[in-house]
């Protein structure tokens, strides 16, 4: 058990020691596109205090650490130069987290595209595929003789959707439809070609998995065609323009070198040319399949036999984001995904954000935090029975940068005062500590 972050909702420092620009430093610098003109420049100002932070870690008892590495620290131009600091920076992460018993989990591209590639066209240029995979040649010879375990990229289905399809996200584009199935490709190809280069250069033997997303299913009860509608449910293709949140689209590929049938009649006239070595590509078998689930719909089967969604009723409890609290999600999901995929599963992230306040006794009551992991990883226990389930990353550690919302959403199970940088630990990670500590059998 452990936590998560993301290089860019964290580290602060974005113009330091020879970082290039990424598509987020540049969007946020843009009026109107982040809540209240905030940026990442200096976020939990992690680049300076990580040692504190491991301490912090190491005190909650987390077991294992998901982080992204920010490309254009490592690479400023995105390919070619190598900057020695930002290399050296996650070496001593690294460092001082094995220094401390917690074994990292490295993130190759949580949405951090290097503003110089993003100029060549970024995921759409075909090129994009070589220059993942020779970044991801970079992380294995300077990380893999200490890092074990890889996910290639995060969430394709968000940074596809909220950056080129809703423009909510950097870089903040209404592209063509035809032009995100392009990118769709071209992504699930570098993330094949960057496997290849990781397990190439990679200095032992690596572990290597991927981190998508989507909204999960549950069935409305527990008879067989419930289950069935919820299971047919999650791996169906949604209507176009907004297509990319589902599974199916992502996953089948990279697990069985194929796209879904019912998506290649659906998108049939906005597909790229695809060919049987580009799915070799993308097939490239990985060891370990990562989910973030956050929540899911309840479905049952409809008197047509077709499955239908279960209208949740008014006042249905949400997160401060406003997402639905669907523990359920957890446990079919789950059970789901490795029916079909059949590879041991890491949950990659899972949270809820809170209108979190530091109360008068100075200390932050998060009863709704607690109450929703202690539901959820209940329900992810019920799968754990089924499913091969290897491991669980709350999101996150500490509040931090959340995309579009700025500051204004908290995940963390620690507080941050973004005045001062003080850290002060919620209730939940005090219950997440003793959770840990008793491996889950006080749930
Ligand atoms: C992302 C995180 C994000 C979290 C909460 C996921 O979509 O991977 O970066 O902060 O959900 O929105």
Known sequence: MGAATSSIQIEGASAEDGKGENIWDVYAKEEGRIHGGQNAVTACDHYHRFRDDVAMMKEMGLKAYRFSVDWSRGLPEGRGRVNEKGVRFYQELIDELLANGIEP??????????????????????????????YAKLVAERFSDRVKYFFTINEPQCFTGLGYLTAEHAPGLKAPVRDTFEMAHNILKAHGRATQMLREYGKQKLTIG??????????????????????????????????????????????FGKYPEEGLVKYEKYLPKITDEDMKLISEPIDIYGQNIYNGKCIRMGKDGKPEEVKRFDGFPRTAANWPVTPEALEYGVKFLYERYRKPIYITENGISCADVVSIDNKVHDSNRTDFLAR??????????????????QWSLMDNFEWNKGYSERFGLVYVDYQTQERIWKDSAFWYRDVIKNNGNNL
Request: include cysteine.
């Open 105 to 134: 989990y490295l993130t190759l591209y949580h949405w951090e595209m290097p503003y110089e590639l993003y100029k060549c066209g970024g995921w759409m240029n075909p090129r994009s595929v070589q220059w993942f995979g020779d």
């Open 210 to 255: 991927l981190a998508p997303t989507a909204g999960m299913t549950y069935p409305a009860s527990g008879s067989a065609e419930d289950i069935e509608a919820a299971r047919e449910s999650l791996f169906s293709l949604p209507d176009l323009p907004v297509w990319t949140w589902n599974v199916a689209w992502w996953s089948d590929p990279v697990i």
């Open 376 to 393: 959820y990883l209940r329900a992810l226990k019920k799968a754990a029975g089924e499913a091969d389930v290897r491991g669980y990353f």
